[in-house]
């Protein structure tokens, strides 16, 4: 059973461009999470995602920021018209059950904006 | 709203030593809590977490915790480091029913010979 998978691991987009961060939760666990984690600091929660739901988009910011996790295929975040200040980790975490007692995180995606 | 400290951003020890990992919370409601390990370049890999029961919970790697809910606390501890525990501590918080969790700044923990 293979872990949470995040691609790219590395990103680089120049300041306007767009960022596509790809999450595949683990086999079985349909709750998908993504938290970001900017330099020195600890990680911040940003959306959680169920199966073509969006449950709770508390920590996303208002603008530039969207995710969606489709029926089929893995969940996305998307940054449009990227800012130095979007450089950080962005941690994608799934969990099998409700409430969540245990989340498991991918390794990660590193946006650096140039 | 719920907040998590970690007293220390970093904790420096010689291998062998004991060491402590402080953590308090706020909260209004029951939690689940939780400690994450981070080694460099890595995603969060679960170390140990408190759900219900028994309030001194343990690793497989030598690791432990205990809530305090009087202190509001979650300290992590180990008797005896070794150079491999090397990596960054955080510490979480979840409202039992909530969906989401609450990070503190973490704890860099260095391991000299």
């Known amino acids: 059973n293979a872990g949470v998978m995040q691609n790219p691991r590395h990103l680089v987009r120049r300041r306007g461009q767009e960022a596509r961060l790809r999450c595949s939760p683990m086999k079985g666990h349909s709750h998908v999470y993504w938290y970001r984690q900017l330099p020195e600091e600890g990680l911040k929660f940003m959306v959680y995602?169920?199966?073509?739901?969006?449950?709770?988009e508390s920590g996303m910011p208002k603008e530039r920021f969207s995710a969606e996790f489709p029926k089929e295929g893995p969940s996305i975040l998307r940054i449009q018209q990227v800012v130095r200040g979007d450089s950080a980790a962005y941690f994608c975490?799934?969990?099998?059950?409700?409430?969540?007692?245990?989340?498991?995180f991918g390794q990660g995606t590193r946006l650096t904006v140039v | 709203a719920q907040s998590v400290t970690q007293l220390d951003s970093q904790v420096p020890v010689f291998e062998e030593a004991p060491v402590e990992l402080r953590c308090n919370y706020s909260s209004s409601v029951s939690v689940y809590l939780f400690w994450y390990v981070q080694y460099p370049n890595q995603g969060l890999q679960l170390l140990l977490k408190?759900?219900?029961?028994?309030?001194l919970v343990e690793s497989i790697n030598g690791f432990e915790a205990e809530f305090n809910k009087s202190q509001t606390s979650f300290h992590l501890r180990k008797p005896s480091v070794h150079i491999s525990d090397t990596a960054e501590y955080f510490c979480a918080v979840s409202d039992k029913g909530a969906q989401k969790l609450v990070f503190g700044q973490g704890t860099r923990l260095t391991i000299n010979p």
């Open positions: 975490a799934s969990s099998p059950l409700q409430p969540n007692t245990e989340a498991f």
């Open positions: 995602l169920q199966k073509e739901n969006i449950i709770d």
């Open positions: 408190y759900l219900s029961g028994s309030t």
